[in-house]
T-cell receptor, first 112, second 113 residues
Framework: EAQVTQNPRYLITVTGKKLTVTCSQN?????MSWYRQDPGLGLRQIYY???????DKGDVPEGYKVSRKEKRNFPLILESPSPNQTSLYFC???????????FGPGTRLTVT | KNQVEQSPQSLIILEGKNCTLQ??????????LRWYKQDTGRGPVSLTI?????NTKSNGRYTATLDADTKQSSLHITASQLSDSASYIC????????????FGTGTRLTVIP
């Protein structure tokens, strides 16, 4: 089954404790992206990647890092999480030149 | 500035009734417009995609319209069901650039029995 998977689905952590949210897709898509979704603000892009070893900032990249060492994986790293990073995070992927994105199930992160 | 605005922000309707959601955009140069359905706590799922030359497209009880001249789109839901309760997000793509999607903030639809 074609899908985007994220882990963990739920995470509660404390300020400053490094964490990684994994994202994997099995559709051989070149393009992958991370979004955060907050009430009233909709989906905002954090980082995106056009292909392996190619990443770029989205609209709200501060406090986040990403890497794209393999085509299928695109982890999101929070080196020192803060409470304002409490949010619902989505990973998405698509084929280059095709505008339909496939979204993962989401990761709800709470930073206390 | 490229923007996508949706209205209303939220809507409550009775089961079986019809409703229409609106999307206005200032995105240019326009490529296509997509409506997504997002159940609470889940990832968005694509409902329809419309290109510049298309005026209307249906997907079951969902019908999307596009007026490229006025830069407006609507999503009409007929004979609503409880399972239609979700957020509906309008996403507009531009023709240029590597990162070319613009998201609306969504309309939260609640269908009550």
């Amino acid at each position: 089954e074609a899908q985007v998977t994220q882990n963990p689905r739920y995470l509660i952590t404390v300020t400053g404790k490094k964490l990684t949210v994994t994202c994997s897709q099995n559709m051989n898509h070149e393009y992958m992206s991370w979004y955060r979704q907050d009430p009233g603000l909709g989906l905002r892009q954090i980082y995106y990647s056009m292909n392996v070893e190619v990443t770029d900032k989205g609209d709200v990249p501060e406090g986040y890092k990403v890497s794209r060492k393999e085509k299928r994986n695109f982890p999101l790293i929070l080196e020192s999480p803060s409470p304002n990073q409490t949010s619902l995070y989505f990973c998405a992927s698509r084929r280059t030149g095709v505008y339909e994105q496939y979204f993962g199930p989401g990761t709800r992160l709470t930073v206390t | 500035k490229n923007q996508v605005e949706q209205s209303p922000q939220s809507l409550i309707i009775l089961e079986g009734k019809n409703c229409t959601l609106q999307c206005n955009y200032t995105v240019s140069p326009f490529s296509n417009l997509r409506w997504y359905k997002q159940d609470t706590g889940r990832g968005p799922v694509s409902l329809t995609i419309m290109t510049f030359s298309e005026n209307t497209k249906s997907n079951g009880r969902y019908t999307a319209t596009l007026d490229a001249d006025t830069k407006q789109s609507s999503l009409h839901i007929t004979a609503s069901q409880l399972s239609d309760s979700a957020s509906y997000i309008c996403v507009v793509s531009v023709q240029t650039g590597a990162n070319n999607l613009f998201f609306g903030t969504g309309t939260r639809l609640t269908v009550i029995p």
